[in-house]
């Protein structure tokens, strides 16, 4: 095996079984990278200097093909069934195996880097990818280490990513030939079959959903982060395309990161060293940080392009409504280098209500917190995973079920526990529907959401006066600065009250039905939470 690149003296391959591979590129910095993916055909330099790429048949996450490898190490922990579904350790090792022998003799493309901004938490780990351009996404996307910092640190975890290896069912315990496979035991996670870069990135976020807590009583949080310049915090949680990152690269404020972090006695930190962005419908006037963020270094991921061949075509999604772009944090003006902050003074709930009857924004008590914590009510975004082509109500434990190898209720004790001990405010923000459901009502403005969400950040919300809506029990302000006053009434914006009553309580329904599954193990607090209307 020939190394190439800045490689520590005692590194090896050998240690996950890929020894016979034929050349391994060790940490290329992202010139190279670049260079490597355009010298073998598989992408191009846009007019901005961002390297364009295709992921190829898979353009999202696959979620019914993760697994956890069920042994000592997990059975105990890990609430197993749909979402964490098991493998044996025999089917792991066999795919293992097999995709150690399928990378003999090919290329490969190696990247020492680290999760976790707090050196406490941290967990360092060894990505070996086929694609140069994967590797270039962890760079992006990880925390990255210095030379010095590459020769001590030892990997604790491997991620090997084989998008050309297709797995065989009836060997390797999976459902069909793509499958992410996580292995506590052996600390090795195995992407094949999927080019989908953010494969990698959620499989050890789903490894920091499991350590931390169980470890170190740290709480793992699906949620963008920001800080004003004063050092007051505020979190944003959601799933993909409710506006994470959107509302956390706020020009106003700086910004800790946009997708994954940790909540310790001290504080929060970043679990990652980049962004990962839908671009779909992106503009410069919109989401300009976001925009101005895609140049040299940044990868963008099954966009289209106008007429020159070159220049992004961001509404197009001839391929994918899932168009990405991964960049580094440094790529944001103002981004807090460390990736830490204080404790949140607000923690905002994102949901993107296709029923179009939950209100713009409304402020949660303890119990309301950890009952829509549970929930996780929202809409999937079309494409943010295969298969799925328009909005669908969904509900995600945590807003990240698929990323959850503990009971949900574990998460919603911890953040209930944070938000008594520091006092932190929660709201629930609706960036869905207003007027009527989704194919009748409009979407809620950017501006609105934005305005309500800075009158919130600055207090302005806490002394105004605020009605409790007769189906959710939510407190709903009646005025916001810059925000219409029509909107807070949501029956009023429909043209049939009737229509919205009957849609109210079929999606209060719903989020009954649902929380069901939590019944079990949820406290009385949690499930006093619950709709208003469905508790009489």
């Given amino acids: ?141 990880f925390i990255r280490l210095t030379p010095e910092e590459r020769w001590v640190a030892e990997p604790e975890w491997h991620v090997i990513c084989a998008p050309s290896f297709h797995a065989d069912p009836a060997v390797h315990g999976c459902r069909q030939s793509n499958v992410s496979a996580i292995n506590f035991a052996k600390k090795v996670i195995v992407v094949a079959g999927s080019g989908y870069t953010g494969e990698i990135k959620k499989g050890m976020f789903s490894v920091m959903n499991f350590v931390l807590p169980v470890v170190h ?67 410069p006037e919109g989401e300009p940080e976001i925009f101005h963020a895609i140049k040299f270094g940044a990868l963008l991921e099954n966009i289209g392009f106008e ?37 949140p003074t607000d923690v905002f709930f994102l949901t993107c209500d296709a029923f179009g009857v939950l209100p713009p924004l409304a402020r949660l008590d303890k119990g309301q917190a950890m009952y829509h914590f549970l929930s996780g009510y929202t809409a999937k975004v079309a494409g943010t995973e295969a298969g799925v082509v328009e909005p669908q109500t969904t509900f995600s434990a945590c807003f990240g079920a698929p990323f959850l190898p503990l009971h949900a209720t574990k998460y919603a004790e911890m953040l209930g526990e944070r938000m008594t001990a520091h006092g932190v405010r929660l709201w629930l923000v609706n960036t869905g529907w207003t007027g009527g459901g989704y194919g009748i009502g409009n979407r809620m403005k950017l501006r609105f959401t934005r305005a309500m969400i800075s009158a919130a950040l600055a207090g302005e919300l806490d002394e105004v006066d605020m009605r409790v809506d007769p189906v959710f029990g939510l407190r709903v302000p009646t005025t916001c600065p810059e925000v219409p006053d029509n909107l807070w009434d949501v029956r009023s914006t429909w043209q049939d009250g009737k229509a919205y009553d009957a849609a109210a309580l079929d999606l209060a329904k719903r989020f009954v039905q649902n929380f069901e599954r939590f019944s079990d193990l949820a406290t009385d607090e949690m499930k006093a939470g619950a709709p208003l209307a469905m508790q009489a």
């Fill in 1 to 141: 095996m020939k190394h190439v690149g800045n490689t520590p003296f005692d590194a090896r391959l050998d240690a996950v079984g890929l020894e016979g591979v034929g050349r391994a590129h060790w940490n290329l910095p992202p010139a190279k990278l670049i260079l490597q993916t355009l010298l073998r055909g598989e992408g191009m330099l846009t007019e901005t200097g961002a390297l364009a790429i295709e992921t190829g048949t898979f353009t999202g996450r696959s979620p019914k093909d993760r697994f956890i490898v069920q042994d000592d190490v997990t059975d105990s922990h890990v609430d197993w069934g749909g979402i964490n579904q098991p493998m044996t350790s025999e089917a792991f090792d066999a795919l293992y195996r097999d995709v150690q022998h399928h990378l003999e003799g090919r290329s490969v493309f190696v990247r020492d880097a680290a999760v976790g901004a707090d050196e406490r938490y941290r967990l360092p780990v060894r990505v070996v990818t086929e694609k140069a351009w994967s590797n270039l996404f962890v760079d992006n996307m």
């Fill in 217 to 283: 009583d740290v709480l793992p949080m699906h949620c963008s982060a920001n800080a004003s310049d004063a050092g007051d915090v505020a979190v944003f949680f959601g799933l993909s395309g409710t506006g994470k990152t959107t509302l956390s690269s706020d020009p106003g404020r700086r910004l800790i990161g946009d997708d994954e972090h940790g909540w310790t006695e001290e504080g929060v930190f970043n679990m990652e060293g980049g962004c990962y962005a839908k671009t779909i419908d992106l503009s």
């Fill in 307 to 343: 007429e020159d061949g070159v220049t992004p075509n961001y509404a197009d999604d001839s391929i994918t409504p899932n168009t990405r772009v991964s960049y580094p944090l440094h790529h944001i003006p103002g981004a807090i280098a460390s990736g830490r902050g204080g404790h």
